[in-house]
């Protein structure tokens, strides 16, 4: 690329086809999402030694191989971890690196922006865990629990900086995962290739649209209610200093009406890549394609109806619980229906039992038993006997392993091949699903038996005799057969990554239009943008079966392809907040000290920006066959 | 929409052809434009919220000052106005910089933003008179969540006051022509919506207080 590509911005801009500034200054949408998955895989493996280190403290009654308060920073930190920085980067991995084939464009509407969104979730993600360099005794590490209740974070009952990383890591996440939402939005509405309609898409393309709009919807309320606490820790504000006439409750409000979409906004993607993945394993069309699609656009909008469902012991009365448990028995409907639409697609299919498919059937199996428990919870007098036991617990794994992260490993096989022009090995892949499958069922099953024993969440260690002991021992025992199968998947991508890039551009029969490119696709994607006719343009391209002309190809451009630039800005961008952030930690100890690194965050901020905006989008010029 | 018009010309078509053309979209809207009115409803949102919280808690201030012993309502009508006005000041800007009056476009540019630095200068004057009335961020949670919200309405008339500054440079040779009228159109949106949420705040915040 390097050598042939003209650059066209005013400034000089980096260029380089290979190397480390290759990656720091890359605005190519494949490249962000493999940054997105080997980032948020790290972070898996950190929120994941952090359940490790609990169970193992649960194993056995009276255990103190942790302290209470290193307890509770595991937990908040693990229940941040997978969620901000495990699951949902994950989610934006597949999204970054397949929206753009999917739709058949040459990249994502804002490039530059997209970069940014990475790169402010690596700073965020990395400032969010400084803490632990600095211990758990002295209240550095969040510990305050995953939502951060007020007033649990206010300064007389966590003095130390942990809730000062939690607010402000989240706020600094928040704004790349609202940067993402407005960019996905316009790529899928304005970039899609000539005739695919949206009622053409495939699925997995809208449960990003859907995502993204839940995403732009839910995170302002969850930023407003991190500024408060904030405001409240930084400058002595009195949001919710109760003695002030500050209301803790208010916080749940604000905290949860973002809380219950960031539910969907976990699983929705899954569903999605879900979607993608049964139909071609089992060469059959995706059953109930409209109703897929309007089932998701009706959770992303009864989403936010749902949330005081995690308040129903707060005390706000008989009527809003009342209220509150009917909306969340409603949002179960259009999530029944696709399992159905699931199993529909299977039936009479040739189905084709590859890892991808294995992940993706179990993910039918767990998310159902997750959805069951769910249902549960949504009576408002059952929840008041479920809250804060495991019971609850047992819920969020199954939606969330069982669930997303089912669906993120038949993904990585599924599209593996794609993105690495090698398959990943099948018979390890076999051992990778049936470990985790069984690890998993071994250590998040009993939690039901101890939710309804009573055992309540967050307790660092119990007596015994409360009858807790075996299903807490087996518990323990599962998370080894988990790691296991994690291992298992980690050597997998260890051998296949040795050995030649020999993938087809199509193993599975694909049915969308990332099949249609090499293994891997070149940087441009698309030498010639194809012309779409059909739902599953692809496939019928292939098998006909007595449609008309599904897909067509025109002759690739005649000129160069134009791409655009490098850009070291969103680094840049991405530098600013940061900076400004770590001011902010010290404004409680240092103040003028502190106002000077926030003075010094604003100015990169706005340095960065007018460099974005002068330097323009720019652009190479690349010839069709180059840089693949 | 545009794709279906696509689906009328001849059979043989590559798309490559389309996606030169920047301008050219599915939904004939510019990317920016677009992806600015996503941002500008997330924002809806956000001021939403805060203006949920101030509710919640403007009557919170006893023993303390609150707001109808500090709200002076001529003042805030005339600093109500003078961001009204930058907001037609804004149209007239987009309208000269898309008939390609790039100099024209540059003053109207220009006005806004002094419209925007006279509001900031009546907020600055407001803050120390109410400060020195003895209502801080910490006196009360009315002072938290009053200072909260028109703080950040603030902060960003102060951010968009900085983007028209930007502009005014950016159209410093031969002024905002109409190769640069997109740029200084998704100005203006942001403007007028910051104008917008300044309108509901003077309603609730200032208006609705004296309504008996």
């Given amino acids: ?628 | 929409m545009a794709y279906h018009g696509h689906a009328h010309h001849g059979s043989v078509h590559t798309g490559g052809a389309h996606r030169s053309h920047a301008h050219e979209t599915n939904t004939g809207i510019d990317n920016r434009k677009l992806g600015f009115w996503l941002f500008i409803a997330s924002e809806s949102i956000f001021f939403a919220c805060l203006l949920v919280g101030y509710l919640v808690y403007k009557n919170g201030y006893e023993p303390g000052v609150g707001p109808r012993d500090l709200f002076n309502i001529e003042l805030t009508t005339i600093s109500t106005f003078v961001l009204l006005m930058s907001s037609l000041a804004m149209v007239l800007g987009v309208n000269a910089a898309q008939r390609n009056l790039g100099r024209k476009a540059r003053r109207w540019v220009l006005l806004t933003a002094l419209m925007g630095l006279a509001f900031l200068g009546f907020q600055a004057y407001e803050f120390t008179h109410f400060y020195h009335a003895g209502l801080s961020l910490s006196s009360s949670v009315f002072g938290t969540a009053f200072y909260t919200l028109t703080g950040f309405h603030g902060a960003h008339v102060a951010a968009g006051v900085v983007w028209l500054l930007t502009l005014l440079y950016h159209g410093r040779g031969g002024g905002l022509t109409a190769d640069k009228a997109d740029d200084v159109e998704v100005a203006g949106l942001y403007w007028h919506f910051v104008d917008i949420v300044w309108i509901v705040l003077f309603t609730v915040l200032y208006l609705l207080e004296f309504v008996e």
Wanted: glycine share 10%.
């Fill in chain 1, 1 to 628: 690329m390097a050598t042939a590509a003209k650059t066209l911005g005013i400034l000089p801009r980096p260029n380089a086809a290979t190397g480390f500034w290759s990656w720091v200054a890359t605005v190519d949408h494949k490249r962000i999402g493999i940054l997105y998955g080997i980032t948020a895989f790290f972070f898996f493996l950190v929120g994941g030694i952090e359940a490790w280190v609990m169970r193992l403290q649960l194993a056995r009654p009276g255990l103190e191989l942790v302290t209470a308060k290193t307890f509770n920073a595991l937990f908040t930190m693990h229940a941040t971890t997978m969620i901000f920085l495990g699951v949902m980067p994950l989610l934006a991995a597949f999204m970054n690196y397949l929206l753009p084939l999917l739709i058949g464009a040459r990249d994502v509407a804002f490039p530059r922006l997209n970069a940014f969104s990475y790169w402010i979730y690596l700073f965020g993600g990395i400032f969010i865990n400084v803490g632990w360099l600095m211990g758990t005794a002295a209240g550095h590490v969040p510990d305050s629990g995953w939502f951060g209740y007020a007033n649990l974070t206010s300064v007389e009952f966590s003095g130390g900086l942990g809730p000062d990383f939690w607010t402000l890591g989240l706020l600094l996440l928040g704004i790349g995962t609202l940067v993402s939402g407005f960019n996905f939005i316009v790529t899928i509405l304005n970039m899609r290739a000539p005739g695919m309609s949206l009622m053409k898409m495939p699925v997995f393309v809208w449960t990003i649209l859907v995502t993204s709009a839940i995403i732009i919807f839910a995170f302002p309320s969850v930023t407003v209610a991190l500024i408060m606490l904030m405001f409240d820790r930084a400058f002595a504000a009195n949001f919710f200093e109760v003695a002030a006439g500050g209301s803790v409750v208010f916080y749940q409000h604000l905290f949860w009406t973002f809380g219950h979409p960031e539910v969907y906004i976990l699983i929705l993607p899954a569903m999605g890549i879900i979607s993608e993945v049964l139909p071609v394993h089992a060469r059959k069309m995706l059953f109930g394609y409209s109703v897929m699609v309007f089932s998701t656009a009706l959770i992303g909008f009864m989403g936010f109806t749902v949330w005081s469902h995690h308040m129903f012991t707060v005390g706000m009365g008989p009527v809003v619980n009342s209220i509150f448990s009917l909306t969340t028995m409603a949002i179960a409907v259009p999530t029944g229906v696709k399992i159905f639409n699931w199993l529909s697609t299977m039936w009479g299919g040739q189905v084709r039992f590859t890892t991808a498919m294995l992940f993706a059937i179990g993910f039918i199996a767990c998310f159902t038993i997750g959805g069951l428990s769910g249902f549960m919870h949504a009576s408002a007098p059952s929840d008041a006997q479920q809250h804060d036991t495991y019971f609850v617990v047992a819920h969020i794994h199954y939606v969330l392993i069982g669930g997303s992260i089912f669906a993120i490993f038949s993904g990585i096989y599924h599209w593996f091949p794609k993105v690495f022009g090698r398959l990943l090995d099948e018979r390890l892949g076999w051992w990778n699903f049936w470990l985790v499958f069984a690890g998993f069922h071994t250590f998040a099953f009993p939690f039901h038996f101890l939710g309804l024993l009573g055992m309540p969440r967050r307790i660092y260690t119990y007596a015994a005799g409360m009858g807790w002991e075996f299903w807490n021992l087996l518990s323990t025992i599962g998370v080894f057969v988990l790691a296991a199968g994690i291992l298992v998947f980690i050597a997998n991508v260890v051998v296949t990554m040795r050995k030649p890039m020999d993938a087809p551009s199509d193993p599975w029969d694909g049915r969308t239009l990332e099949w249609t490119l090499p293994s891997p696709p070149p940087v441009y994607n698309f030498a010639a943008v194809p012309r779409v006719h059909l739902r599953d343009a692809f496939w019928f391209h292939k098998h006909p079966e007595g449609k008309e002309q599904a897909l067509e190809y025109g002759e690739p451009d005649a000129g160069p392809i134009h791409l655009p630039g490098q850009s070291l800005m969103p680094v840049l961008l991405a530098l600013g907040p940061t900076v400004a952030a770590t001011g902010v930690l010290f404004l409680r100890l240092r103040e003028s000290f502190a106002v000077g690194v926030i003075v010094a965050g604003f100015i990169v901020t706005l340095l960065a920006l007018w460099g974005w905006a002068f330097e323009g989008e720019g652009g190479t010029l690349i010839e069709p066959g180059e840089g693949s």
